[in-house]
Structures are given as structure tokens and as C-alpha cells.
């Protein structure tokens, strides 16, 4: 099982960035997939997720209106895209996939640091 996250760097504020996070070794599309963004010293919080189908999503307050959650089973890939980026917004951010198939599974990419800074 892997979760791969791409798509992370540095970025002026008021700007842009989409996140990447490419799956394999599990069935996508039956996994419910979220992000979520952790700071140093803080505890990991939700940023956005999106049912299986993707027919739902659902945010953090601080993140709606500026970032939109998607993905793409046919490409095993969820996405992040990130607009009127703020410098509260650096951190360290992860996908995670989740689904209870007899029992619950959770998976964990290994994050993808977004700096925002001038």
C-alpha cells in the first residue's frame, strides 16, 4: 500500500498551489480520502475529505471558499487545490484513505510540505 503526495513547496502569498496524492495497493475507490495538515508541535488536523464516488465533501472552516477537494478514480488520485494561500497555511500536509471493510482501514501518505511565505 502506498500513498504518494506531490505537489508541495513554496508559495507567495495569495497564491496558488494542487496537491497530489497517487494511491496503490488498495481499492480506491472504496476509500473514503482526506487531507489533513500538521505543524510542528500541533496535533494533525482535517483539512478536507471526499466520499469514495465523490458525490460528497466536506472542509474545514478555515479552508472553505479557498480550497477544493476532488479526485479521480480512474487515476487512483486525489487532489488539493489550494487558492488564496495565507502563511498560517504552512504545514506539513497528508493524505490519508480510509474504509471499513469488515474492519477499518486507514492509510497515511508521508506528507508534502507547503511553505507560505513572501
Known amino acids: 500500500v502506498q500513498l504518494v503526495e506531490s505537489g508541495g513547496g513554496l508559495v507567495q502569498p495569495g497564491g496558488s498551489l494542487r496537491l497530489s496524492c497517487a494511491a496503490s495497493g488498495f481499492t480506491f475507490s472504496s476509500y473514503v480520502m482526506s487531507w489533513y495538515r500538521q505543524a510542528p508541535g500541533k496535533e494533525r488536523e482535517l483539512v478536507a475529505a471526499i466520499t469514495s464516488v465523490g458525490g460528497s465533501t466536506n472542509y474545514a472552516d478555515s479552508m472553505k471558499g479557498r480550497f477544493t477537494i476532488s479526485r479521480d478514480n480512474a487515476k487512483n488520485t486525489v487532489y488539493l487545490q489550494m487558492n488564496s494561500l495565507k502563511p498560517e497555511d504552512t504545514d506539513v500536509y497528508y493524505c490519508?484513505?480510509?474504509?471499513?471493510?469488515?474492519?477499518?482501514?486507514?492509510?497515511w501518505g508521508q506528507g508534502t510540505q507547503v511553505t507560505v511565505s513572501s
Open positions: 490519508k484513505a480510509r474504509a471499513y471493510v469488515g474492519k477499518m482501514y486507514v492509510y
